[in-house]
């Protein structure tokens, strides 16, 4: 500070040397806290995932793809672990995955969430698009899916590996021709409308709404289900959402292969 | 670029009716366009071109067409034509609302809608008889499962987010309302913050509530004053 002050040529002790100090303090007080909150604010989220689970898997995916930093928080839903009242009280009230807690701020559904960190500038607009009328088409897949192709596809998947595993019995082969039935009809619209006439579901390049879609068929995989029999369009879609979205893609569906016991590109 | 929106939905489709009560509530103006579904006009060539799913609700905007009530609000609302107060703008209050409807669609809509498709729609219709007794009470319990979050979760105030009534709430009563043709009533007893909190959601967005729910309400051959 004194050689400062001798550089600008003043004297110690000066009525000006005092307010060049009381300046520097007032900005150094300015700043410090300042800093003190952006480091807060800066603190990455904690991300809640099982990559068992299809929307895990696909936020995963797409905050890889972002590069956007978050801690690793993995639930094992095998062992019960959402299941506990301390997850219920500190993590997600629902006992589910995906969620994050975003300092402090917890959040679940795994749409809400990608739309919350959107908004925080967090995913990048080629994955899911600021402009309104762009974003309602992601939108539009996002929604639509939940009870038509989230919903069959998981009903299979719980028809055919889950419940037999966990309750020891086989299920009928009407009940699995009924599942199989429900899914088709949603994997119909997904070849002949939403892959109608694009590389992607919702234009020509990879959003959003192809990694949830994907993470959900993926599924299927396990239940000894091959969408690429009947659906060419599905399933060179397919591929070019993995290709889009490795290695994380991969990464994410480790699991998946592993259990249905098919490599990536593999004929089940 | 001022021209209304048109509109097409049926009252017989409860996010129909959850988007017709929010707009109306938000005095957003839009031409009106009615598809009977009890006449398979969405099933039409000329349906298809308005929505390629053919399903209710959808909107065509100049030459935009959107399908999905919830993807609709979000484009009406960053066009600034859907009320604040019931689709926040901020960023925390609208991911709580965004995690509702995200979460009604299984925790809601497919329960609801499976017990109303299968008790109402398909006997009434004859495209399926009425299921056995076991059956409805399984449909019931997946009902009343979530009815039970409603309860727990959802309403630690007195709207599902927070103190004020949001689109949120149109949604979640628009569906279980619909119960009330399958003569389901949500028991003031077994879910007594549901029960008020419906009678709230009505009370809040009349008349256009009852407007929207007048068919529901008349083909249940119940009162409108009943209690919910």
Known sequence: ?268 | MSKAIKYYYDFLSQPSRALWIGMKLGKIPFDDCPVALRKREHLTDEYKKINRFQKVPAIVDGNFQLSESVAIVRYLSDKGQFSEKLYPKSLEARARVDEFLEWQHLGIRVPCGLFFRSVWLYPVNGIAPMPKTEKIQKLVKDVETNLEFVERLWLEKDFLIGDQLTVADIFGASEINQMKLCQYNVSEKQFPKVAKWLARVRESSNPYFDEAHNFVYEKSKQAVSAKV
């Open chain 1, 1 to 268: 500070m004194s050689r400062l002050a001798t550089l600008l040529g003043l004297s110690q002790g000066s009525e000006d040397q005092q307010r060049l100090q009381m300046a520097f303090q007032e900005s150094n007080r300015a700043k410090t806290p300042t800093r003190q909150t952006t480091n807060l604010k800066m603190s990455p989220i904690k991300y809640y995932y099982d990559l068992m689970s299809q929307p895990s898997r696909a936020l995963f995916i797409i905050f890889r793809l972002s590069g956007m930093p978050f801690e690793d928080r993995v639930v094992a839903l095998r062992n019960g672990e959402h299941l506990t009242d301390d997850f219920k009280r500190d993590i997600n009230r629902f006992q589910r995955v995906p969620c994050i807690n975003d300092n402090g701020n917890k959040l679940a559904e795994s749409v809400a969430i990608l739309r919350y960190l959107s908004a925080k500038g967090k995913i990048p607009e080629h994955l899911y698009p600021k402009y309104f009328v762009d974003q309602s088409r992601v939108d539009e897949f996002l929604e639509w899916h939940h009870i038509s192709l989230r919903l069959t596809c998981a009903m299979y998947f719980r028809t055919v590996w889950l419940e037999p595993l966990l309750t020891g019995r086989t299920p009928t082969e009407a009940k699995i021709e009924m599942m199989r039935m429900h899914m088709e009809r949603n994997l119909d619209v997904v070849e002949e409308v939403w892959l109608e006439s694009s590389d992607f579901l919702t234009g020509p390049t990879l959003r959003v709404a192809d990694i949830f879609a994907a993470c959900e068929i993926e599924q299927t995989r396990m239940a000894d289900y091959d969408v690429r029999i009947k659906y060419p369009k599905i399933r060179a879609w397919l591929k070019r959402v993995r290709q889009s979205c490795n290695p994380h893609y991969d990464v994410a569906h480790e699991f998946v292969y592993k259990i249905s016991g098919t490599g990536p590109q593999a004929k089940l």
